[in-house]
Every structure is written in C-alpha cells, then in structure tokens.
Nanobody, 125 residues
Framework: QPRLLESGGRLVQSGGSLEVSCDTS????????MIWLRRVPNRAREAVAC????????DYADSVKGRFTISRRNNRNVAFLKMSDLKPDDTALYYC??????????????????WGQGTQVTVSS
C-alpha cells in the first residue's frame, strides 16, 4: 500500500525558512518523479516544485522560484521541500505526490499517481 507522510509544517514568521519532508513507503520511490503541491481553500491547487527520479532535474512554479528548493534521497525514500523568504501568500497545506511511474525528467503539470494528506504551513505577517 503506497504511503506518503508529510511532516515539518508549522507557524513561521514572514521572511523565515522551513523545510518539510515527505517520507514514503509501499512503492519503489526511485521509479517516480516527485512533486510538491499546495492547496488553499477556495483557490486552485498549485504544483510548486518537481524533481526527476534521480534528482538531476527540477522545476519550480514562478511563485516560488528562487525561494524554494526540492530534493530527494532515494536511499531513504524521502523527498524534501526547503522554503526560504516565506511570505504570507505561501500559507497553505503542502503535500507531496508521486508522478507517473518511470516518468522522464519532471513536469509540474504531470498526472499524480499517489499523494499524501499534507502538512500545514502558516506564514504570519
């Protein structure tokens, strides 16, 4: 049974930094590109970062480019999203997802195969 468990979300001040993690099990982690998304009530879901299967390619939404960094450790089946210079508009439920199995590179808009329940990040002004 695929499982993705996000952690690390908390309240942080504007301008601060935070890293959230996505621990996975139940599937072959290195077979899937990984994506971080965020969701805010009454707004469309936004894919903010993706990373290829081996971690050699990444992509970011314009809204986070230069501030967020996605990474992964295939030997630990975990993905990370490091966020810096956080803004109140970054407040959201952040969750990770696996893209298509054996997907090449990564794309922010690719279909999702598995996803977690998310971790809440709140940025105070």
């Amino acid at each position: 049974q695929p499982r993705l468990l996000e952690s690390g979300g908390r309240l942080v001040q504007s301008g601060g930094s935070l890293e959230v993690s996505c621990d996975t099990s139940g599937f072959v982690f290195e077979d899937y590109p990984m994506i971080w998304l965020r969701r805010v009530p009454n707004r469309a879901r936004e894919a903010v970062a993706c990373i290829s299967r081996q971690g050699d390619a990444t992509d970011y939404a314009d809204s986070v480019k230069g501030r967020f960094t996605i990474s992964r450790r295939n030997n630990r089946n975990v993905a990370f999203l490091k966020m810096s210079d956080l803004k109140p508009d970054d407040t959201a439920l952040y969750y990770c997802a696996a893209g298509p199995q054996f997907g090449t590179s990564c794309k922010l808009d690719e279909p999702l195969t598995f996803w977690g329940q998310g971790t809440q990040v709140t940025v105070s002004s």
